[in-house]
């Protein structure tokens, strides 16, 4: 097994001087197949980022991304090194300036000689080029993103990337429910149906069986995964609100999106119970999990996770339209003493909605 990073090593608690000049004797790990340049597979992915983004080698996504890597977003695959590059392009004609500061990397190795990682990033920009929601508007924005990739061999070779557009949509001064409704006339003008392109997905899904109420779950500093998937099929699937007041520290601080800033577990609860109001029913499965240490004993949890189910329920989502569903996402979440101290969750809202109308305008 590789040995997880000492707290000095870690992404969260460095400079971005230090990440991007680190010293000579900073901690090193092994790792076949990558250019030697690299410390470990964080400074792995906060070095490309920089490079390709802020330094602008826009070309480098042809020498760090695979030929027939596979970006997984939820409003449809992008495939191809030449894909990733066009799309780089495109972002910044509309962002000229954006940033992608690392916030965090969380990461594990997997079978044989990949790594698996999952890249907290807070990203500022000015709107200075027409983007698909609209005209320029000069506007500055900021947004959380998280990139969960597979790399192996100095290569990405799999990507889930989920972007909070329904808070850059907000930022920019467009109307979110308007906004996704055009999204959805542009797709059944193209006769793209993402209802039909998720489906075999949300068919293939093995949600957690739910809990019974009251078993009580792992600790997570020694059993992320196992407190994981226990947190999802009890609160999740078992829609068991009690889960809260164990998994959560009372002063949790979760940050979701569009701009919902949630402050302990009363209002996270009521996110939760919005959330089985909008889609009742709906299962979810954890699809990975990563962790590395934090300070003394507290530890950074991963979760990618994806759910599926029917929009029933006016609230969160706008008016219920009995729409299929299928939703993926990350959590990163800080536990310290056995509860979750703070969260990041990031989804793309704006692409749901997407659906959501979708499957209105077809009616």
């Known amino acids: 097994m590789t040995r997880q990073p000492p707290n000095d090593a870690l992404v969260s608690l460095a400079n971005i001087d230090a990440l991007l000049a680190p010293s000579p004797s900073r901690w090193r790990m092994a790792m076949p197949g990558f250019d030697p340049e690299f410390f470990d597979i964080a ?12 330094e602008r080698k826009i070309d480098l996504c042809r020498d760090y991304y695979t030929e027939d890597c596979v970006i997984h977003t939820l409003a449809g695959d992008v495939i191809g090194a030449a894909a990733v590059e066009a799309n780089t392009h495109a972002t910044l004609k509309s962002f000229p300036d954006r940033t992608l500061d690392p916030d965090n990397v969380i990461w594990s190795a997997e079978d044989g000689d990949a790594f698996y990682t999952s890249h907290l990033i807070t990203s500022r920009m000015t709107n200075l080029g027409p983007t698909e929601y609209g005209p320029a508007t000069g506007i500055r924005a900021r947004i959380r993103t998280i990139a969960d990739c597979l790399c192996r061999d100095n290569r990405i070779e799999r990507e889930w990337l989920v972007r909070d557009n329904a808070a850059l949509v907000m930022q920019l001064g467009f109307d979110l429910a308007g906004t996704a409704s055009r999204s959805a006339r542009q797709d059944a003008d193209a006769g793209l149906n993402l209802t039909t392109h998720f489906s075999a997905l949300a068919d ?14 792992p600790a997570p500093e020694q059993e992320p995964a196992a407190f994981a998937n226990a947190l999802f099929a009890r609160l999740w699937n078992g829609k068991d609100l009690s889960a809260l007041d164990e998994a959560f520290d009372f002063r949790v601080g979760a940050h979701l999106p569009a701009m919902r800033e949630l402050y302990g577990v009363l209002e996270y609860r009521e996110f939760m119970q919005a959330l089985f109001q ?3 029913g709906f299962v979810a499965q954890v699809d990975h999990v990563a962790s590395i240490p934090y300070l003394g004993g507290a ?65």
Request: aromatic share 10%; net charge positive; charged share 25%.
């Open 43 to 54: 400074d792995y992915i906060v070095r490309i980022t920089d490079r390709i983004w802020h």
């Open 204 to 217: 293939a899904m093995h949600p957690l069986a739910p809990s019974h109420e009251g078993k009580a779950l």
């Open 278 to 280: 909008a889609i009742p």
């Open 299 to 363: 530890r950074d949890i991963a979760v990618r996770w994806s759910l599926s189910g029917v929009h029933r329920g006016d609230g969160l989502f706008g008016p219920a339209c009995d729409a299929r569903i299928y939703l993926f996402g990350v959590s990163h979440w800080r536990v310290a003493n056995g509860r979750i101290r703070e969260e990041w969750m990031v989804f793309d809202e704006l692409a749901l909605l997407r659906q959501i109308e979708g499957v209105r305008l077809r009616r």
